[in-house]
């Protein structure tokens, strides 16, 4: 069975500040790992993912993840935090197999990131 | 591509109605799923569906239905509605390309029952 623990249901930054939004998983298999971003009344949108090779992955608006194995880890990063980055944001992993066919997701229960001036 | 859409956007219900939740999606993906959202709880999975003709339960199916008769079509039908689902509801839609389960979600629907 796999799940994902996020750590803090709120983060609060001042804008230009380091981004940090942590995530620890389980899996009895090697995991593939997504990081999705929801907007206010919105649905949720794919900011990045780790299937394999490299293990820093950049994904859209600045934001980057680094999975690591011996942690069991895939934190989400961002150098300078910007205003429109306030979201509540989800951590996601599935069970990683090229012959697996369909995996379903599990979601960590996410957590808001507040952006002050 | 309108992707994936959902309708209605929102909905009141009384206890005991039931309705039926649409989701459709224009992008051939072969795998649907039905979540719900709840405060502090992230989204749990329904039902989900590897096929037309094909579906099966995820982590809370109690209270719910689905069926696949098209590619495109996913709908979600309430049968008894009670306050415990008041919740917003998302579809998604996926492909696997080797092994990976990319979601595309919709908009969601915000429901309500009393």
């Known amino acids: 069975a796999q799940s994902v623990t996020q750590l803090g249901s709120h983060v609060s930054v001042s804008e230009g500040a380091l981004v940090l939004l942590r995530c620890n998983y389980s899996s009895s298999v090697p995991p593939y790992l997504f990081w999705y971003v929801q907007y206010p009344n919105q649905g949720l949108q794919l900011l990045l993912k780790?299937?394999?090779?490299?293990?820093l992955v950049k994904g859209i608006n600045g934001f980057e993840a680094e999975f690591k194995k011996s942690e069991t880890s895939f934190h989400l990063t961002k150098p300078s935090a910007h205003m429109s980055d306030a979201a509540e944001y989800f951590c996601a992993v599935s069970e990683g197999s090229e012959n697996s066919g369909y995996s379903t997701l599990t979601f960590g229960k996410g957590t808001m990131l507040l952006v002050s001036p | 591509n309108a992707g994936v859409t959902q309708t209605p956007k929102f909905q009141v219900l009384k206890t005991g109605q039931s309705m039926t939740l649409q989701c459709a999606q224009d992008?051939?993906?072969?795998?649907m799923s039905w979540y719900r959202q709840d405060p502090g709880m992230g989204l749990r999975l329904i039902h989900y569906s590897v096929g037309a003709g094909i579906t099966d339960q995820g982590e809370v199916p109690n209270g719910y239905n689905v069926s696949r008769s098209t590619t495109e079509d996913f709908p979600l039908r309430l049968l008894s509605a009670a306050p415990s689902q008041t919740s917003v509801y998302f579809c998604?839609?996926?492909?696997?390309?080797?092994?990976?389960?990319?979601?595309?979600f919709g908009p969601g629907t915000r429901l309500t029952v009393t």
């Open positions: 780790y299937t394999t090779g490299a293990t």
């Open positions: 998604a839609s996926s492909y696997t390309a080797s092994g990976v389960n990319e979601q595309y």
């Open positions: 992008m051939n993906h072969e795998y």
